[in-house]
């Protein structure tokens, strides 16, 4: 509770405009990804229905035509955070918060502390999972911990440089569309 507290004083307080501006953004792509998720969950269930129906089970080689659901919801996910992203840019925003609402320049201590947050959560996540499925799949006993915690460090160090250069990216356009909106209300 403490660090949340002292996240929200580094950041300044919040523009009522901008938290407007931002939240109706938010919910487009929030609207995008609850349909994109309720169609996978109903494809899904037609696919068990009819596998129930046809008595052909879904983990068998009759049932590698059958999409996987996790390709869709990755790719409504994805979609969701893209147009989200791209309409914050167009709008020149950034943050609500007024401290880094009106930046010229890429606060690199934000961007590097939100990469290295990406990266800690992804290398965790990804080690972790990795540790539980083989623990299920292959047992206690033959958990590859070395290799599992590599990969967790590798996608930690991808994450973390993703999340550096899309964080500049981020604020780069968003610096350069309000500008550009800046300079045609001064015209």
Excluded at 58 to 86: D, H, K, M, Q, W
Aim: hydrophobic share 50%.
């Amino acid at each position: 509770m403490n660090l949340i507290k002292k996240w929200n004083e580094y950041l300044g307080p919040k523009d009522e405009r901008l938290e407007a501006e931002s939240n109706r953004i938010m919910k487009t792509g929030y609207i995008i990804l609850i349909v994109g998720c309720i169609l996978c969950i109903y494809y899904g269930l037609m696919a068990a229905q009819v596998a129930d129906v046809t008595d052909t089970p879904l983990l068998t080689a009759a049932g590698e035509r059958v999409i996987p659901l996790y390709n869709p919801l990755i790719l409504f996910l994805l979609i969701s955070g893209i147009v989200g992203l791209i309409q914050q840019a167009r709008a020149g925003l950034i943050s609500e918060r007024v401290r880094y609402a009106q930046v010229d320049r890429i606060p690199w201590d934000l961007v590097c502390w939100a990469a290295l947050a990406c990266g800690a959560i992804v290398g965790v996540l990804t080690a972790g999972f990795r540790i539980i499925a083989e623990i299920q799949i292959v047992g206690l006993e033959n958990v590859m911990w070395g290799g599992d915690i590599a990969v967790g460090i590798v996608f930690f160090g991808m994450a973390f440089v993703l999340g550096l250069v899309l964080g500049a990216a981020q604020f780069r356009d968003a610096i350069q569309h309000r500008q550009q909106l800046e300079r045609e209300l001064e015209e």
